[in-house]
């Protein structure tokens, strides 16, 4: 108490970049703002204060840093800055991802992982994953067939989109079922609103007035989700005796029904739980898979490498099966080069609940704290060659993707990190290892595979800019 005392009266701030009046240092975040802090740290250091708009912001970029705020003061930085689109899209931020941290989203998040990703249910979706592979695989065999390039992002896509319908809603949903606009589509702008940088975020009295039409935009969007979460709970509510597996609305009408909850949980409650398992499931993995592909692309020999494994492991005779994947060693290593250079969530922002001292800087309640995942993934102080696609840097390794080492964040750290870690690492590795076992990949005439584009666009997931256009060529034996 007695150093904050004296550091408050010192205000000592880490060194930043200088900022303008009234902005800030918005100025200087462009369209891959991980990029642009990752500059920005080498210049001033691993801990950065710069201010966005009004709120003052920390920028750490080392695994020291990484540790130290998602660890060691993890209870303090536990928080979700304030967030206008989540108000709205969210049902008031009732949900887990946006809900403010305490005894509701505890309860949450219990009950998410007791009753909705145990291993148990993860299995019970086993054959519902190889049905929806194959399907893609099947697709993917007639194109072969043609020689036709095909858009290997958007097949991958509806792969991560129709997997999480099954699991959540137990059925897929066409494009036609949300709205004139697709399922997709719409899905897609409420998770680009969830992040377009909204004005009231960074300027708070100007978020009534509402300049960028934003809120006007999220609420009817919002609406439009509603009722179909409202559609779908009302169709599970009147097919509920006849279920054989269940789904996840079944599971969280059970929890309401039977009322044993610490806490409220009702339909609002459970539609906002929906909608996160929604937006966080879809296109993280997809875009983790498409990332991984890349690299396996522009990698000819790594992709080599990991095909003779497959067939060392699997054969030639038939496809993966999810038992496969713990025999598969260099795949898990291909995997985690692949989520170390590509996080999805390249950025991990967090709100201070209450003043804290770090490395002798104070921080005040309520500043806002960016963890650059991107920057201590690529921190050249643990990783040798941060640059480069090497797989075997694992080898002997005992580093993993579970939030336990802090120089490796694909599903971040800490309290605010991935309840579905083990379901999202299942499908990812069963995806990649099933493509790459299936087919020979070529790029398009005339590409090498240096001049693949590894473009990134920013937004709640980072994915490709472009999407990924291949041509498959089926390399399993024919029976
Ligand atoms: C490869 C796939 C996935 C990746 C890479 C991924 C990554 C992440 C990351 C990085 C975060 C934390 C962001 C932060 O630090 O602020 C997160 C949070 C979350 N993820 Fe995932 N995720 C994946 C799959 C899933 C799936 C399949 C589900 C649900 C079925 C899910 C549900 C959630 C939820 C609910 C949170 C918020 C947790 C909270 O705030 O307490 N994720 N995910």
Request: aromatic share 8%.
């Amino acid at each position: 108490l007695h150093e904050l005392l004296n550091m408050c009266k010192r205000k000592k701030f880490p060194p930043g970049p200088k900022g303008l009046p009234i902005l800030g240092h918005l100025h200087l975040l462009g369209k891959n703002p991980h990029q642009d802090l990752q500059k920005l740290a080498k210049k001033h250091g691993p801990l950065m204060f710069m201010r966005l708009g009004l709120v003052p912001t920390y920028v750490a970029s080392s695994v020291d840093l990484s540790e130290k705020f998602f660890k060691t003061y993890g209870h303090i930085f536990a928080e979700r800055p304030h967030n206008e689109a989540a108000h709205y899209v969210a049902y008031g931020q009732k949900d887990l991802i946006f809900s403010k941290y305490g005894p509701y989203w505890r309860n949450l998040r219990k009950l998410t992982t007791l009753h909705l990703l145990t291993n148990q249910k993860i299995n019970s979706f086993q054959p519902m994953r190889k049905q929806q592979v194959e399907l893609m695989i099947e697709s993917l065999k007639n194109e072969a067939r043609d020689r036709l390039v095909v858009d290997l992002s958007a097949k991958v896509a509806t792969l991560s989109t129709d997997l999480t319908c099954l699991m959540v809603f137990g059925k897929k949903y066409m494009d036609e079922d949300l709205d004139k606009r697709g399922f997709k589509a719409v899905l897609q702008e409420v998770v680009h609103l969830a992040v377009t940088p909204n004005l009231g975020d960074f300027f708070p009295f100007l978020g009534v007035i509402d300049l960028q039409g934003l809120t006007r935009r999220l609420k009817d969007l919002s609406k439009v989700f509603d009722e179909f979460l409202e559609k779908i709970i009302d169709e599970h509510v009147q097919s509920y005796d006849q279920k054989q597996s269940k789904d996840f609305v079944d599971i969280l009408l059970d929890i309401m029904q039977s009322g044993d909850t610490e806490f409220q949980f009702d339909r609002i409650r459970i539609k906002a739980l929906l909608f996160d398992m929604l937006i966080a499931a879809t296109d993280t993995s997809s875009t983790s898979i498409d990332w991984i592909l890349t690299e396996l692309l522009r990698h000819p020999h790594v992709m080599k490498k990991l095909q003779k494994e497959l067939e060392k492991v699997v054969g030639l005779e038939r496809m993966v099966k999810e038992s496969d994947l713990e025999n598969l060693k260099y795949l898990d290593m291909v995997v985690k080069e692949g989520m170390r250079l590509h996080s999805v969530v390249p950025i991990s922002q967090r709100e201070a609940r209450e003043d804290c001292v770090v490395d002798g800087f104070h921080i005040r309640k309520g500043s806002r704290i960016m963890i650059n995942n991107y920057a201590v993934q690529r921190d050249p102080n643990v990783w040798s060659e941060p640059e480069k696609f090497l797989p075997e840097r694992f080898v002997g390794s005992s580093i993993d993707v579970r939030g336990h080492h802090f120089q490796l964040l694909p599903f971040s750290a800490g309290r605010r990190s991935c309840p579905a870690v083990e379901l999202g690492i299942i499908i990812v590795r069963l995806a990649v290892a099933q493509l790459v076992h299936c087919f020979d990949w070529e790029l398009p005439i005339d590409m090498e595979p240096c001049d693949l584009n590894i473009d990134e666009h920013f937004g709640l997931v980072t994915s490709r800019e472009k999407n990924l256009m291949v041509i498959p060529t089926y390399r399993l034996n024919q029976r």
